[in-house]
């Protein structure tokens, strides 16, 4: 069956589209949906939060400069669309959350970040007491503690310019990838419930 050009030009349109729809980054959710339950209030960090130049991720990238330790107090004084202000107390300094792109939703970062009181530490080891103090990712800590040292593996993270990507639907896995940084992906493995090998 031959095509007039009128139908080719229809189909061509109708594949275009398609390209489009399938090639176009998804975004997560408006961040403002979340304005009410955090703008204006104090919370306590649930994890130990990466940032350089008064920036972090909602990836929370563990090769960030500097962190905030699990525990301290942070007022939301302002959330926009795609960040959220923390306003941090007794430092005299804001830390703006980049949220863009945050998934599985802005919901679900900011609840494994903020909550109404810092976490029990009660019950630890010392490997895992180093490794939150330190920020850091060490072999025979708990998985509890990996999440308070580093925070949460991200959900899915697809790095610019790459095919590949960090995905992490289950974070009760015994496999975790964070990111060191935008590009630099990091294995985390567990047995048992404690980490057992880091691989950069």
Request: hydrophobic content about 40%; some cysteine.
């Amino acid at each position: 069956m031959r095509l007039n050009s009128l139908h080719k030009t229809a189909l061509r349109h109708a594949m275009l589209v398609i390209f489009v729809a399938l090639t176009l980054p998804t975004f997560a959710e408006d961040c403002n949906s979340v304005n009410a339950k955090y703008q204006g209030k104090t919370f306590a960090l649930q994890h130990n939060l990466r940032f350089e130049d008064n920036e972090a991720r909602w990836v929370n990238f563990t090769g960030a400069a500097d962190f905030l330790d699990v525990g301290t107090k942070v007022t939301v004084t302002q959330v926009k669309s795609d960040e959220v202000s923390l306003a941090v107390e007794g430092r005299g300094m804001t830390i703006t959350l980049d949220l863009g792109k945050a998934t599985p939703s802005c919901a679900e970062i900011l609840e494994h970040l903020l909550g109404p009181a810092a976490p029990s530490l009660k019950g630890l080891s010392a490997t895992d007491l180093k490794g939150i103090k330190e920020g850091k990712m060490v072999v025979g800590m708990t998985r509890r503690a990996l999440f308070i040292a580093v925070g949460y593996p991200p959900y899915s993270y697809k790095p610019p310019f790459r095919g590949d990507a960090a995905v992490n639907h289950d974070p009760q896995a015994d496999e975790l990838v964070y990111m060191k940084g935008t590009w630099d992906f990091v294995t985390v493995k567990l047995q048992a419930g404690k980490v057992i090998a880091i691989e950069d």
